[in-house]
């Protein structure tokens, strides 16, 4: 795996399987993966957050993966989720696939939010 990345476009597939999803259109994936090259942590679950819950790639469990991509990048990068932290980026999913959120630096605050709690 290209550690750029630190997840790639086949494991986020397969925590999706997990939900019971299949992937439907990986363009928005890939975009993101490229996006996040060379970003911070927080920018590239951002990135990923925006692909997953308002390109809805997935044809179910989009919100369930954005999560655990989160964790996965977060726990990769040797950041720890406390249970408070898994809780308010549940809540943060939630805001950014109902309001359709595709601001960025938006999704990235909250995404710092939920983790950091600043």
Not at 70 to 77: H, K, P, Q, S, Y
Request: proline letters at 1%.
């Amino acid at each position: 795996m290209n550690s750029e990345y630190i997840i790639s476009r086949d494991q986020i597939k397969r925590i999706n399987e997990m939900y019971g999803g299949s992937l439907r259109n990986d363009a928005e994936i890939e975009t993101a993966l490229e996006m996040g090259k060379g970003k911070a942590v927080f920018r590239k679950v951002a990135c990923l957050w925006r692909a997953i819950l308002v390109g809805h790639p997935f044809t179910d469990g989009n919100k369930r993966t954005a999560l655990m991509v989160a964790l996965t990048i977060l726990e990769d990068c040797n950041i720890r989720a406390e249970e408070k932290a898994k809780e308010a980026m549940v809540s943060e999913i939630t805001k950014v696939a109902k309001e359709n959120i595709t601001d960025i630096n938006r999704i990235e605050r909250l995404v710092r939010y939920a983790v950091e709690g600043n």
